[in-house]
């Protein structure tokens, strides 16, 4: 796997090394050594699909609250999104910045995403899948989000919105 920092630290672009032949070709998507040596959290406890039917919609931004923060390695499995981090973390240099990836089905990067971070992303295509793994198990109860178009964040998403959920229209403004 080759592994690309992104300009907030711990997040990283995973991008599978194709072994390539005349029948095809085989990548590692996910090896607990290798994100071990760069000194990220492996734990897999869950993992989850989403399935969205309309190009244009959002989900997130969503974080789970200490004491079950969770790391989150995604991949785009169908279609294509562009996915959104932002650093929570009020120790970090990048407090409050976000960074955005386009993860398509034909790309096959995968999004490590540490701790601390929300996470949340739009569908570019109809009919796209997300697959995560998560670090820890879902809690509901420390279940936050922060909204996807706070003024505090100036997230700007590549396409108009089509569809979003009544929660996450919701959140109230960045605190900080």
């Not at 995604?74 to 955005?100: K, M, P």
């Amino acid at each position: 796997m080759i592994f690309r920092e992104l300009e907030i630290p711990g997040a990283y672009l995973l991008e599978p090394e194709r072994r390539e032949d005349r029948r095809g070709f085989f990548a590692r998507t996910y090896c607990r050594h290798e994100l071990e040596a760069r000194g990220l959290d492996p734990t897999v406890v869950q993992c989850h699909i989403v399935v969205n039917h309309q190009r244009g919609t959002v989900r997130g931004m969503h974080y789970q609250a200490p004491p079950y923060e969770e790391i989150k390695l995604v991949r785009c499995t169908r279609g294509a999104i562009w996915d959104v981090i932002l650093d929570l973390r009020a120790d970090s240099t990048t407090f409050t910045r976000h960074v955005g990836v386009e993860l398509t089905a034909g790309n096959r990067l995968s999004l490590y995403i540490p701790a601390g971070l929300a996470h949340g992303f739009q569908t570019l295509e109809d009919e796209t899948e997300v697959f995560y793994q998560m670090s820890e198990f879902s809690h509901p109860e420390c279940a936050r989000g922060v909204r996807w178009n706070d003024p505090a964040f100036e997230i700007e998403w590549p396409i108009p919105i089509s569809v979003i959920s009544e929660r996450d229209l919701t959140f109230p403004d960045f605190s900080g």
